[in-house]
Structures are given as structure tokens and as C-alpha cells.
């Protein structure tokens, strides 16, 4: 049995089909979602049991309920779900972090991958990545193998801009300048890989470094819209001055919004880039040229 957490998410959504496809046993974990008055299965789950998997319903903070998602599991795919909403996400992640190992130890589970980021090999100056370096010390106390999947920045956090370069043929960027290459993965890659991961054999700690088919710009992206959309699109740096508004527009905690802002200040000054280092490197198949086509074409931009 393969289990999946965060299987309503961009990645463990993935990781779950692509283990389906494998013909693989598969256990999806899904949140409980909150009414007014009465909590009730997530939507998803009769969709994940017409696939053929089986469904567990878990809050990753609550051990008793993770270690009966965790029944009969010989792999587990886990992550942190984001908290930009909470005032102090890195004490969620710490928590979230512990329910999950004291479950996992008391359970038969064989292997573990972790999804984790670019940048989690550095203990200050990387935000919100911060996240994923606690996460990562945390499992790093399991007797049994686990994969560190750090991936590259996130293609999709450009979705939210795709409307805008339709409509105004500007693409605003926080990363400057905008000619520098970051290395930007999908998240249908990083699924891709995590189930990969999750069906190999190997021993003690190992990182797996997830870079993208190539490194690009804010000025690359910004050609791949415009010849998605088939109109000029021109990446505009936003100023730091604006960061911290635009981030809080999100519906981010304030102290989120900060650890955004710290993060991006990482990215730009080159703090946060891969370790490189006793690593292993793979690479995701989708360019920014299809990821901004399927962009327009699932948000009907043209």
C-alpha cells in the first residue's frame, strides 16, 4: 500500500494518479472539511474511489488519525500543507512535523518521501522554505530510508499573473532582474518524480534535487505568454516597496506575507538556489512554452 497525503493538493493529486497508472495499492489522505456545524468528507473522495483507491480522511496534526491512515502502508508520500493563514507557520510545520514521525515510527511503513524545496539546506534567511528545512531535521530522526524531494520554484505560482499579460500584455514578477534564470518546475513534474521516488529502493537519508527541463527568466516566461496568448507580454519587476501588500491581498497572515518577502529577497540575491552537494539531480519534462500554453488554454485567455 502506497499512501498519498495531500492528495486534493497541486503534487500528492499527481503522485497519486501516476501510482494508479502503475497499477499500484494506493491509500489517499484527505482533510476533513468544516461546515458551520458539522465536519463531512471531503468532496474528492468518491472520485478517488472510482480510480480505485482506497480513501483515509486525516488532519496531519492529529498522530491517532495519520497512524489509521497508515494502516498496512509500505511507502508514504508527505508534505506540509501551506498555513499562510496562521500567524506562526514554522510552529505549525514543527507540529505538523512531530504527528507525523511519532505516527510513522509506530507503523510498518518501509520508506518515506518528503516534499521539500530548493533552498532547505540553509537555516536562515529562506522564509517561508523554512518550512521544509524543519521538516526535513524532523524526518531526518527516522530509522527507516527517506527521500528529501527538494524541488525548484513553482511554474503555477504564475497562473495568478496569466489574466494580467492577457489583458494588460504586462507579466509583473517579483523575481528581478528580470533576465536573470531561476531553475521553475510544474507541479505535475514534481508528482511525477515523487511517485518515481516512492517505487525505488535505497538506504539512509537521500536528496533528490528536482530542477526543471531548463532554467528561465522572468523575461522567458513572459515570451512563452505572449506566444501562448499570441500578443506582447513584458515582465515588469513589482518594487519591494509593494511585496508586503500584494502578498497580504493573497488573504497571507501578516507574519506569512513577511516570510514571503524573505523568501523572494532570497531568490534574488541568490541565497536560495540548489545545494549541489552530495545531491542527486533530476529533471522536470514540461518547458515554460507548454506550461504557459496549458495556462491559457485552462484559464480561457484566448
Known sequence: MFVVFGATGQTGSVVADTLLEKNLSVRVVLRLAQSATVKHPDKSA????????DVAFADVID?????????????VYAMNPPAYQAA????VAKNIGAAYVKAIAQSNVQKIVLLSSIGSQHATGTGNIMTTYILEHIFGDL????????AAGFMDNWNGVAAVAAEKGILPSFYSPLDRKLPMVSTADIGRAAAEALTEDWTGKRIIELHSAADYSPNDVAAAFAAALKRDVQAVALPESEWQATIASFGFSPE?????????RGFNSGHIVFENNGTETR??????EAFAAEAVKEQSLI
Open 283 to 288: 529533471k522536470g519534462q514540461t518547458t515554460i
Open 63 to 75: 498522530t491517532s488519525a495519520i497512524a489509521k491512515a497508515l494502516d498496512g502502508a509500505i511507502a
Open 88 to 91: 506562526d507557520m514554522f510552529t
Open 256 to 264: 506569512a506575507a513577511n516570510a514571503w518577502c524573505e523568501m523572494l
Open 46 to 53: 468518491d472520485a478517488w474511489r472510482a480510480k480505485g483507491a
Open 143 to 150: 530509522a527507516i530510508p527517506v527521500t528529501f524531494l527538494r
